[in-house]
């Protein structure tokens, strides 16, 4: 078993070979995985599948076929998602955009993102997980070709809400995937440890981009490279085992209506959608604000974010399958409205660095333990809808504190407005707090 384990990463880093520097990320990550392995997350055994309506595994193990691929798959995916995310405003100023439109071109594919989740996961919930993340790997390294031909900011709005549905689809199924072969008593380190392949892509590939841009200028060349990474995606995927193939096209998945009655589901939603608008004002706004503080290096908080992040995802998420997820969520929440709360005083990169461990630990935490929480909450037939609904709320409250907390910045000032986006999570963690509801059954589990 252990050496067709290692004949998979072998064949995904042949083909990772082919794209310049896309090897250097891939041994990066699947050191970083091999590496928890090394500090003692022995694995239960091989991966059993169950036929019919179950899809939960009898036996897991971390460096399973499934989980590494998948984990691999979503690296790259994600990898393509940010070379884009701070080079497509440039692009649209190339093409002779202004500033409110990068935020229209920006704000088309998240709406689009957030309006199809849930509609993906009702049919991922019918047809399984692998058609809809192939339909979505493919879809996506369309759209970066198609990128490279565009010349008007009217078309690429068009492009970018099409882009958002393709991404849609890809996430409702990759989350429903994860929550399928993640074991109840493993469930939050499994999807932890899956969602640490997200934060590496993101402490490597943006980068990447934005010295591709600031030295070449070559956008084609960029939107290349990013269809080179979602090939690598789409590779890995069709090494995935179909391992739920869906209830049938006859299955009627819970309606976002009855999702919103579910206390498990739309409690820990808004739960997402307080701490992430927090995230959604500091990401957007503090390269704004630290170089009016004097601190022009505010690179180093998104590193030290990206860091602790890691960590508190891998070791949380272990702990949270020990001791409760509800135990663990309050805190964490609490310590992302704290970071967000010293923003206003910030005068130091000391302080910059501390405050971007604190919202990297509270954050990288709360976030995959909600997730977690959601899947205990909700029967397997009803994963799929449960969390396109759960994670639309990402989206929602990541674009309310851009949008929002954003106006109210530009009115009241930054300070004001990092001390709205402390509130909203503290707003969050009272709810949860308060209308969370009895703990889920064996059953739903």
């Given at each position: ?7 998979v ?35 239960y055994?091989?991966i ?29 995916y ?16 190339m ?46 390294i ?14 690429l ?65 960029l939107?290349?490279?990013?269809a ?24 009627k ?6 999702l ?13 959608f ?32 990206a ?23 309050m ?13 206003p005083?910030l ?28 899947v205990?909450y ?64 064996q059953?739903?589990?």
């Amino acid at each position: 078993m252990r050496a067709a384990q290692l004949f998979v990463c072998s064949c995904l880093l042949e083909i990772a070979d082919k794209a310049p520097g896309a090897s250097q990320a891939f041994s990066f990550y699947y050191k970083f995985l091999t590496a928890n392995y090394a500090m003692g997350l022995e694995p239960y055994g091989k991966i059993e599948l169950k036929k019919g309506g179950g899809t939960m595994q009898e036996r897991f193990s971390l460096l399973s076929r499934d989980f590494i691929v998948l984990c691999f798959a979503n690296f790259f995916y994600f990898g393509s998602f940010y070379f884009l995310l701070p080079t497509m405003p440039q692009y649209v100023d190339m093409l002779g955009g202004s500033a409110g439109q990068v935020g229209m071109v920006m704000g088309w594919f998240t709406l689009a993102a957030v309006a199809a989740r849930p509609y993906f996961g009702k049919m991922v919930d019918r047809y399984g997980h692998k058609r809809f993340m192939l339909l979505g790997s493919i879809f996506f390294i369309l759209f970066f070709i198609l990128y490279i031909y565009i010349q008007s900011v009217a078309l690429l709005y068009i492009a970018r809400g099409a882009h958002g549905l393709a991404h849609a689809c890809f996430m409702a199924a990759s989350a429903a995937y994860i929550a399928d072969i993640a074991p109840p008593h493993r469930r939050g380190e499994v999807i932890g440890i899956y969602g640490t392949s997200n934060i590496v892509a993101m402490a490597l590939f943006p980068a990447w981009g934005s010295t591709l841009i600031s030295t070449t200028g070559n956008f084609s060349y960029l939107f290349g490279l990013a269809a080179v990474a979602a090939t690598i995606c789409l590779f890995a995927v069709v090494f995935l085992r179909e391992i739920n193939k869906g209830s049938g096209k006859d299955y009627k998945p819970a309606s976002v209506i009855e999702l919103s009655k579910r206390r498990g589901v739309i409690v820990p939603s808004i739960a997402l959608f307080g701490g992430a608008t927090a995230y959604g004002a500091v990401f957007t706004f503090l390269p704004l604000f630290a170089p009016q503080r004097g601190l022009t290096d505010f690179g180093m908080f998104f590193t030290v974010y990206a860091l602790s992040t890691i960590v508190s995802r891998v070791l949380v998420g272990k702990l949270s399958d020990r001791i409760g997820r509800r135990q663990l969520v309050m805190p964490f929440i609490a310590l992302v409205a704290l970071a967000v709360v010293l923003l206003p005083g910030l005068d130091s990169l000391a302080m910059l660095a501390a405050i971007g461990g604190l919202f990297g630990l509270g954050f990288g935490a709360f976030m995959p333990t909600l997730n977690a929480l959601v899947v205990d909450y909700t029967p397997p037939q009803d994963r799929g809808s449960a969390l396109g609904f759960f994670t639309s709320f990402m989206d929602l409250g990541i674009t309310a504190g851009a949008v929002i907390l954003g106006a109210a910045g530009n009115y009241f000032g930054f300070e004001i407005m990092f001390y709205m986006g402390s509130a909203a999570a503290l707003a969050g963690l009272i709810i949860f707090a308060l209308f969370l509801g009895p703990n889920p059954t064996q059953a739903d589990r």
